[in-house]
């Protein structure tokens, strides 16, 4: 079995058990989907840190209503009219600055455009880490969602990875090689959604449901044996 096999595998039995990611299920992708304009895509992201999707909707939501989800808006806006907006994401404080910063300096680096910078992976993933508040778990889910053939690793998908043997060690960067090595470059973003809804509803970190697990005979986790 070559790695792309693998790779194909994967994703099949991952179609038939979630089928197609709805709406609502990921704030990245419903953004992309509706206004394919990084800037937006990214904010949500940076807002979906250590909450649940619900609440980054929420949240995002509430920012848009009240200031606008615009690099200008947020540039000029109150960084506490910021927090305000998005506290129910949790985090507020920090969010906020990495959202105005970034805001900011789109506005004086860019010239106002965050996709100027967007067409070389390397450099824009530079650019975006080099603002406290956005790392590359952040920087790889815009990019994705924005066409690059990256496919990001969150905490589910480091679990994941780690059971199956398909990676030996936690390093974001060994992870995410290890994974595009196996998924074709056409399928990463999708893998990277359905690998996500697996970490959330049965490879769970704590008492995972290894028995309803349609990647259970590839798997080296110990309970599954």
Known sequence: MNEWTLGDIILKRLRERFGK????EFVAKDIAESYKDPFKIIVGVIISQNTIESNTF????????????EVEKLANADIKDIEESIKVAGLQDS???????????????????????LKDYNKARNWLTSIPGIGVKTAD???????????????????IAIRLGLAEK???EHIRKN?????????????????IKLG?????????????????????????S
Not at 21 to 24: E, L, R
Not at 58 to 69: D, F, P, Q, T
Not at 95 to 117: C, F, M, P, V, Y
Not at 181 to 188: E, G, H, L, T, W
Request: net charge positive.
């Open 21 to 24: 990611i709805s709406s609502g």
């Open 141 to 159: 889910v815009l990019l994705a969602n924005m066409g690059a053939s990256v496919l990001p690793v969150d905490t589910h998908i480091k679990r």
């Open 170 to 172: 936690k390093s974001y």
């Open 95 to 117: 969010k906020a600055r990495a959202i105005k910063t970034l805001a900011e300096r789109i506005k004086n680096e860019l010239n106002g455009d965050l996709s100027n910078i």
């Open 58 to 69: 929420k949240a995002y939501n509430e920012l848009e209503r009240r200031i606008g989800v």
């Open 179 to 195: 994974l595009e090595r196996i998924f074709r470059p056409s399928i990463r973003l999708e893998a990277h959604l359905l690998l």
């Open 200 to 224: 959330r509803e049965i490879c769970k970190a704590r008492n995972p449901q290894c028995k309803s697990c349609p990647l259970r005979d590839i798997c080296k986790h110990p309970q599954v």
